[in-house]
């Protein structure tokens, strides 16, 4: 069965600091798509970015990057020199092919917190 | 603007009543979904469509039903069979067309308790 894990349930950091949340995944699918979303205190959850799993090659986007290992099944996010901004609950999500379509399996979450 | 709204934002739920969640966006995606998360817990799923008229439970859809009449619309309806309905239900849709891997958007999610 499809599984996000997320070990890490809360982090607190200080502004400025590194951060690095993992996410490890179990698939049985050969082709697969993972995600990273943020969900601030509004409630909504933000998309951040999709990794086909095919495209290992680490992405990086201003204070965001991301290291995908197929061989650890893992998709770790970094937030260099983090803000109170980033300040959020991060989810870690596999997509899923079902007889009937596409799934989103979620992990449970990272509630980061940066202290000013 | 494009995107996916969700009404009311909070309601409140007496014990042995039925609730309908609102859901509906205009990006034209033919992919719907509800999911619920609980305090401190990830999304699970309820229940899913991938066109009009047609719908699949997810992981938890007891005590909830769903309707997709039209494809810019995808309702909730919490039943009183719902033993513990508190919590916060997030809705999302998602492009099929031609990429297998598109992303979900969701919207700004209902708070529902009961009182």
């Known amino acids: 069965a499809q599984k996000v894990t997320q070990a890490q349930t809360e982090i607190s950091v200080v502004e400025k600091e590194d951060v690095t949340l993992d996410c490890v995944y179990e698939?049985?699918?050969?082709?697969?798509?993972l995600f990273w979303y943020k969900q601030p205190p509004s409630g909504e959850l933000v998309f951040l970015i999709r990794?086909?799993?095919?495209?290992?090659q680490n992405e990086i986007s201003g204070r965001y990057s991301w290291n995908f290992q197929k061989s650890t099944s893992s998709f770790n996010f970094t937030i260099t020199a983090s803000q109170v901004v980033d300040s959020a609950v991060y989810f870690c999500?596999?997509?899923?092919?079902?007889?009937?379509?596409?799934?989103?399996?979620f992990g449970p979450g990272t509630r980061l917190s940066v202290l000013p | 603007d494009g995107g996916i709204t969700q009404s009311p934002k909070y309601l409140f739920r007496k014990e042995g009543q039925n609730v309908t969640l609102s859901c509906e966006q205009n990006?034209?995606?033919?992919?719907m979904y509800w999911y619920r998360q609980d305090p401190g817990q990830g999304l699970r799923l309820i229940y899913y469509s991938q066109i009009v008229n047609d719908f699949q439970k997810g992981d938890i859809a007891e005590g909830y039903s769903v309707s997709r009449e039209k494809k810019e619309s995808f309702p909730l309806t919490v039943t009183s069979a719902q033993k513990n309905p508190t919590a916060f239900y997030l809705c999302a849709s998602s492009s099929r067309t031609g990429d297998r891997g598109a992303e979900a958007f969701f919207g700004q999610g209902t708070r529902l308790t009961v009182v």
């Open positions: 698939t049985r699918d050969t082709t697969y798509y």
């Open positions: 999500a596999l997509s899923e092919e079902t007889n009937y379509g596409q799934n989103f399996v």
């Open positions: 990006l034209n995606h033919d992919a």
């Open positions: 990794r086909n799993s095919f495209d290992e």
